[in-house]
C-alpha cells in the first residue's frame, strides 16, 4: 500500500508494451498525487537524473569489462541494475515532459539525423 491507503500496482509480467506516453502519465499522476510538481522544475529534474546516473555508473565502477547479457552477474546485481537504469528513464521522461519534448518523436528524429551523419555503406 502507498501513504494513505493508496494502492500501488506492480506489474510482474514480462513482455508488456509500454508506450513512454504511458510512463509519462503514469509519472504525472503518481506527481500529482503527491503535490511534487512544485519541485519538478527543469534543474531539479536533471541534477536528479545525474544523481541516479550516478548510482548506476557505481554499479559497474570496479567490475571492468562485462559481457553483454551479464551471464556472471547474480540476479540481485541484474535487479539493482534494472532499477537504477529504470531510475534513470524515468527521470528523463519527467524532464522531457517538463520542458515540453516529445522524447518518442525526438529519439525518432535523432535516428533518421544519425542513419545520415553516419551511412551503413561507410567503413569505420
Known amino acids: 500500500m502507498g501513504s ?17 506516453k504511458d ?9 500529482q498525487a503527491r503535490d511534487w510538481g512544485k519541485y ?14 550516478g548510482e548506476l555508473s557505481e554499479i559497474f565502477q570496479w567490475r571492468g569489462e562485462v559481457e553483454k547479457g551479464l551471464p556472471n552477474w547474480k540476479e540481485s ?7 537504477e537504469l529504470s531510475d534513470v528513464l524515468l527521470y528523463l521522461i519527467r524532464l522531457s515532459d517538463t520542458c515540453g519534448i516529445d522524447l ?20 569505420y
Do not use: T
Not at 510512463?23 to 506527481?31: G, P, T
Open 4 to 20: 494513505e491507503g493508496e494502492e500501488i500496482v506492480v506489474v510482474e509480467e514480462k513482455g508488456i508494451d509500454i508506450s513512454l
Open 23 to 31: 510512463l509519462s502519465r503514469k509519472l504525472e499522476e503518481f506527481a
Open 40 to 53: 519538478h522544475s527543469p534543474r531539479n529534474l536533471l541534477l536528479a537524473m545525474v544523481g541516479e546516473v
Open 77 to 83: 546485481d541484474k535487479e539493482h541494475l534494472g532499477e
Open 104 to 123: 518518442a518523436d525526438a529519439a525518432l528524429k535523432k535516428i533518421v539525423k544519425n542513419a545520415i551523419k553516419y551511412p551503413s555503406d561507410q567503413i
